[in-house]
């Protein structure tokens, strides 16, 4: 009996392979081992080394619109994730002044294009991503995301990905729970 367990774990370690045995209680362990992995390494990769210059709240943030980012769902994934730390957020054009905004965040990424599992259409998605926070033009605060060595998180939505960027750059905001308290007990001052 020890050897079919430790047959099907190893076997259903591996992608594509199956083995099965005559008790199914066995079986049921081994799918939802192999369920539990698969969806751990789905999770988008941490920030690649933020730097965080000012840990002060932040209650705005005026968001420079860069067009060479072609996924409809960036910036809207962005200010998503903001207002999740209590930051509201609005979006100016690229080049001109960011009115009484004194807090500014420029972004990059690249996006490439593939199929999903079962499909034939082409979509895409993001594969790098750096964001960089301004007050009244001195950088505090830098962060950025890659997918994974294995793409493990590449259809992981835009929201996911710049999740933990947002949280690295703003740790004086902390996030907000759905019923509207925060996480932490301090109190927001923010600017």
């Known amino acids: 009996m020890r050897t079919i367990i430790i047959v099907t774990l190893l076997a259903s370690s591996l ?31 941490p920030p690649a080394n933020p730097i965080v210059y000012n840990k002060d709240p932040i209650r705005e943030i005026c968001i420079e619109w860069n067009g060479s980012v072609a996924l409809s769902d960036f910036v809207p994934g962005l200010q998503g994730e903001l207002q999740k730390h209590g930051v509201q957020s609005r979006v100016y054009d690229a080049g ?23 499909s034939d259409a ?24 890659r997918i994974g060595s294995f793409g493990q998180d590449k259809w992981a939505s835009v929201g996911e990905k710049l999740g933990p960027l947002v949280d690295a750059l703003l740790p004086g905001n902390p996030a907000i729970i759905a019923d509207g308290s925060s996480d932490t007990k301090s109190a927001f001052g923010g600017y």
């Open 122 to 145: 082409y979509t895409p998605y993001l594969t790098y991503a750096a964001l960089t926070l301004r007050r009244d033009g001195r950088v505090l605060g830098m962060a950025q995301y």
């Open 96 to 118: 001109s002044q960011a009115m009484s905004c004194p807090v500014t965040l420029t972004y990059s990424g690249y996006v490439k294009w593939d199929t999903k599992v079962f």
């Open 15 to 45: 992608s594509g392979c199956v083995v099965t045995s005559t008790n199914t209680l066995v079986d049921a362990a081994s799918l939802v081992g192999y369920a539990a992995s698969g969806v751990k390494s789905m999770a988008p990769n």
